[in-house]
């Protein structure tokens, strides 16, 4: 309480300053109406050019034969958005404050899965004779939006940029076994830092944290219609998911991933699915959509004017006060925030 009387106090004296810098491009609120491309990453994508696919399955064939040979997260929806146009690319990251970000992806065939809007345990999918073997609460398994992980030298920018026609893997197409090889993978941060690799978290015995689990507006359970759209609303709250969208601004690229330990037979009709941008409108085609709220510019510019100023202070107060004032994008808001705050308006 005494830190929250001193700092409220320095407050009132910051009152007879004006210190000022102009460092913003401003709040912008950027619709992407279709991405720069979306590819299904399975091993055995015919489409040619890859790429070209009108639609993408995400699926699990975890309970197969064959489930040794392929990833458990088999069929993989990557997409990319180009994100330097409407939000402008280049500037240190933590001049990126996301308000709000979400993703929505529209289903293309009908009553071929089951809605299930909660997150799973890897537990639930393992034997019922494992001793960690968790029973489902409720049928079906969720539709999960994810990071963007490489491997095999293909990288997020630069000349090395993983794109629409990117191969599967580096190698002859078609492979089996196809297990760990594919060059662009649903990812998360370690404890280090790095993006690893979330295909096989179900072997791994290892629980993984999405950015955002698809919902829709349907009952639990129910049978989910052609054109039903999944929206993914980034959790803001996870620190993770504040860094990752921050990189990929300031590179002015941001790819995600769709994926789903969804149980299905490889090359089946029963399995979640949507729209990719190469699906005709004429025919229902929708592509995904990405809606992004961000204020750019000086971190301390908490008004988003364009202007480091002393109306910042009080705008930030009436935030934090609400709870919604994580300057240090821990995922909570706590007094640290505060000074980090001040240091950071001392500083501009």
Known sequence: MNQLITWRGAVCVLGLFAAASMASAGDIAATFSAPMFDRWMYP???????????????????????????????????????????????????????????????????????????????????????????????????????????????????????????????????????????????????????????????????EVRPLAIGNADLPQGALVPRDTDFVFEIDLTNPQAIRYLRESLAAGQLNVVISSLAITEQQSANVPAFYCKEMPAAVGGVPARLELSVCVGHPADWDCSGVVEVQDIFAYLASWFAGDGDFDASGVTEVPDLFAFLTAWFGA
Do not use: K
């Open 44 to 206: 055995y994508n015919s489409a040619n050019p890859q790429g070209s696919e009108t639609e993408a399955t995400v699926f699990s064939v975890i309970g197969s034969e064959t489930e040794w040979a392929f990833d458990n997260r088999d069929g993989q929806m990557i997409i990319g958005y180009a994100t330097g146009g409407a939000i402008p690319a280049g500037q240190p990251v933590a001049n990126y404050r996301i308000r709000s970000a979400r993703l929505i992806a529209r289903a293309s065939r009908d009553n071929a899965f089951v809605y299930d809007g909660t997150p799973d345990s890897f537990r639930t999918l393992l034997p019922m004779s494992d001793p960690d073997f968790l029973a489902d609460e409720d049928a079906g398994q969720p539709i999960e939006l994810f990071m963007c992980g490489y491997r095999g030298g293909w990288a997020l920018t630069g000349p090395t940029a993983f794109g629409e026609s990117t191969p599967f893997h580096n190698g002859a197409p078609f492979p089996f076994p196809a297990r760990g090889i594919r060059n662009a993978f649903a990812a998360e941060f370690d404890a280090g830092g790095l993006l690893i690799d979330n295909s096989n978290n179900r072997d791994q015995r290892r």
